[in-house]
């Protein structure tokens, strides 16, 4: 400890009862040079309110353009050990679920070659192992490789896909994500692993419309799980609700953006056909109301942070789909897409952005797909209507004639 | 080159089935209901009648390899070796002996990490790497969610809020967390141009791309001191830095004018209301390291103000919705200004275009 840095600013984040972030640097730093020097450097940016990062360089392991963010220090005579701090995207298991004996064997492996600093998880989802030398990276690969863990995406490729813990322990879930993320995974592993797109794309799986995984705000196809039938009704539970003390008028029927249940103190009556599936009745008496039998998903596209022309939410492209092994009517329409995107897309412009640029009606055309009302709030208010043909003189008796 | 051949790659990650404890396995799609026993601990139970307890623990996301294997010991003492993490960081622990929750939870309140982040709570917080490991943070970020949770710890470790409050934190505009669907969302920016550093412009950059990559069309090709570069108009800049991303030679970060704002409202689940975008509530707050405490001060006022005031369940966004933005600016103290109106693309569409307005 004698030799650590003196870091009176990022002690003071020491103290309070949530866990500390700098105690953390400071146990790796215990017995690893490259934490020692982050948190001297990152003391120096507490003090000067800058940060001390150059912009990433291009690194890699062999054979793959992304996964690897390259990282240099600004001060690399201060802080020689983190001249070099580069960062690994190590694809995680769907669901984020591990043994022990996975984790430890990760551990290992970052102690042999890394600073011994991860995040658990990135943004993305992927394990993040926080900072090496490139002279690492090949060694890490092949170790990790291993024990069967590959390396995720970063740069104009296709993102690591993530979701939700879905069937193995919610209720909730109205299709397997974890299976269909893994599939996903598997088969797109070449669009993972070397960045062809005009910029990033990413899938994330939701069991339901809760949607834990942020779906519809961060991925530029954003599945998420729902039903087609009614839900399911336990009449008994919902009285034992009522019994305990739930204001089920207020509470429930009160709370419904469809106006579509009523409860007369003992049966709860819902109007399923004008249900929107909302999960906020499901969500309060998870004992007595659970989604419907007939489930699947809802499939939208589009959404996405501020860079570059605004932040977007994702709009729907398919309202229902069983969703079932081996997913081919997905993957159809997502190559389907890739091939639209990537022939006139342009560079750093994602998915959703394109489709703002020439319109969701060309895009449908490009993709192969009819138009439907659920894709849209409303229809146009606007009469700037494109028509593809017109009539000349004549043409209508040619066509009675045809 | 016989070793490249050989060299196994694109196998993706191991598959999930190995990591899921035995009852989850045998009750994989058959979860029937769940409950929340208390403040970060819960059962779901099967149609099978077999119950799986789940205990979640608050985790700053950036852990050092000892504190994972100190997970590993806890799951190995009281879970057979299973664990997992949240969407939002937390670990989690995965059970099926009732007798052991009690004990794993005195031994993760040693260890240092409250329990809590369930039901009617706030739970961790969604963050980006900040000054710690990124080249275009405007702020820090573990800095800022080590204060903000230390100031709300209460609210983590019970479920005595009206609603879920999700608070997230994106050091840039870049948002790598993607926090602008939050109902609180600390975001870091800047407030001054790029300083072209117009030497190395020609070397570093593609300068087509450069003038491409800004979004109001500030920047255009020019030839400063005989060298070919760009110039910005600096009126145009919104500061998004975009122009930075491609082009090392434009740096943003700037100790005077950076800092951070805050936006509130925005939600991602489809209950009640529909996903919404996160608002402007706070334009700036200067950095203020270690402890931000303005930041701070901040969100617990905004978290205060929606506690005291919502409906049972109403998310940030409801309720500010249900009493509109005017009395919201009224009753927070929050001054209205001129950064608070929309200026870029559909600008209109945010405007107030009817007469329903309290007074």
């Given amino acids: 400890m004698a030799d650590l840095p003196k870091t009176p600013l990022l002690d003071e984040l020491e103290s309070g009862p949530f866990p500390s972030f700098v105690s953390e640097i400071k146990r790796a730093a215990e017995k690893n040079d490259m934490s020692k020097d982050l948190l001297g450097q990152l003391e120096q940016s507490y003090r000067e309110k800058i940060g001390h990062w150059k912009h990433g360089g291009i690194v890699g392991v062999m054979g793959y353009g992304g996964g690897v963010i390259g990282r240099y220090s600004d001060l690399p005579k201060e802080w020689p050990n983190i001249s070099h701090f580069h960062t690994m995207r190590i694809n995680h298991p769907s669901g984020w679920f591990y043994t022990s004996k996975s ?291 004549g043409d209508e008796e040619e066509e009675e004639k045809g | 080159m016989a070793d490249v051949q ?77 664990l997992r993490f949240t969407s939002r960081h937390n670990v989690e622990f995965l059970l099926t002996k009732h007798e052991n929750i009690e004990p794993l939870v005195a031994d993760l309140k040693k260890l240092g990490h409250p329990i809590g982040g369930m039901g009617n709570s706030i739970t961790s917080i969604v963050h980006t790497q900040g000054w710690v490991h990124c080249h275009s943070a405007a702020t820090d970020a573990s800095g800022i969610v080590k204060s903000v949770m230390d100031d709300l710890s209460e609210y983590f470790e019970n479920m005595k809020l009206p609603g879920k409050l999700r608070i997230a934190l994106a050091c840039c505009l870049n948002m790598c967390g993607a926090v602008h669907c939050s109902d609180i969302a600390i975001l870091g920016i800047h407030r001054r141009p790029p300083r072209t550093d117009h030497t190395r412009v020609k070397a570093m950059c593609e300068i087509p791309s450069v003038s491409a990559s800004c979004p109001t069309a500030a920047i255009r090709p020019a030839t400063v001191d005989g060298r070919a570069s760009v110039e910005v108009i600096e009126e145009r800049c919104m500061y998004c830095a975009n122009c930075f991303t491609v082009c090392p030679a434009m740096p943003m970060a700037d100790p005077l004018n950076d800092g951070v704002s805050i936006w509130i409202g925005g939600k991602v689940s489809n209950a009640r209301s529909e996903p919404t975008f996160s608002k402007l509530a706070i334009p700036f707050i200067p950095n203020n390291p270690p402890r931000w405490p303005e930041v701070t001060q901040a969100v617990r006022g905004l978290v205060e103000l929606w506690a005291s005031n919502a409906n049972k369940y109403e998310r940030m966004g409801e309720w500010i919705n249900r009493i509109g933005w005017p009395k919201f600016f009224r009753m927070s103290g929050i001054e209205f200004q001129k950064e608070h109106i929309d200026d870029f693309k559909h600008a209109g569409l945010t405007y107030k275009r009817s007469t329903h307005l309290t007074f």
């Fill in chain 1, 103 to 393: 984790l430890r064997e990760i551990c290992n492996i970052w102690e042999k070659h890394g600073s011994g600093l991860t995040n658990m998880h990135g943004s993305t989802g992927d394990i993040i192992l926080l900072g090496t030398t490139t002279d690492h990276l090949e060694p890490v690969f092949e170790e990790l490789g291993k024990i069967d863990f590959d390396i995720g995406g970063s740069g104009s490729d296709l993102r690591t896909p993530s979701c939700c813990c879905g069937q193995a322990r919610c209720e909730w879930a109205c299709y397997d994500t974890m299976a269909l993320t893994y599939d996903l995974t598997m088969h797109y592993q070449d669009e993972l692993h070397r960045p062809a797109f005009p910029y990033k794309f990413k899938f994330k799986m939701s069991g339901c419309p809760n949607d834990c995984v942020a779906s519809i705000a961060r991925s530029d196809m954003s599945i998420i799980g729902t039903w087609r039938d009614s839900i399911q009704i336990d009449q008994d539970a919902v009285r034992e609700y009522a019994d305990k003390g739930m204001d089920i008028r207020s509470d429930v029927i009160g709370n419904c953006p469809a106006k579509c249940m009523d409860f007369d103190g003992k049966e709860l009556h819902i109007e399923n056909s004008y249900c929107v599936r909302c999960m906020h009745c499901i969500n309060v008496m998870p004992k007595a109301l659970r989604p419907g039998k007939d489930k699947g998903a809802t499939v939208l596209l589009g959404s996405k942070a501020p860079i570059v022309e605004g932040a977007m939410l994702s709009s729907v492209l398919i309202p229902f789909w069983k969703l079932e092994p081996p997913y081919s009517d997905l993957k159809e329409i997502v190559d389907n897409i890739w091939d639209v995107w990537c022939e006139d897309g342009k560079a750093r412009e994602r998915v959703g952005e394109f489709i703002q640029r020439v319109g969701l009606g060309n895009f449908l055309d490009a993709i192969g797909l009819e138009p439907v009302a659920e894709m849209v709030a409303h229809p146009r208010e606007n009469p700037y209507v494109f028509y593809e043909d017109y009539f000349e003189e």
């Fill in chain 2, 6 to 82: 050989e060299r196994r790659t694109d196998f993706g990650p191991p598959h999930y089935e190995q990591f899921l404890p035995p009852i989850i396995k045998e009750n994989y799609g058959k979860w029937k209901y769940h409950e929340i026993l208390k403040p970060g601990v819960m059962v779901h139970v099967s149609e099978t009648g077999d119950k799986l307890f789940t205990i979640r623990a608050a985790s700053p996301r950036l852990v050092c390899i000892d504190k994972i294997r100190d997970y590993c010991d806890l799951a190995d003492k009281y879970c057979d070796g299973y």
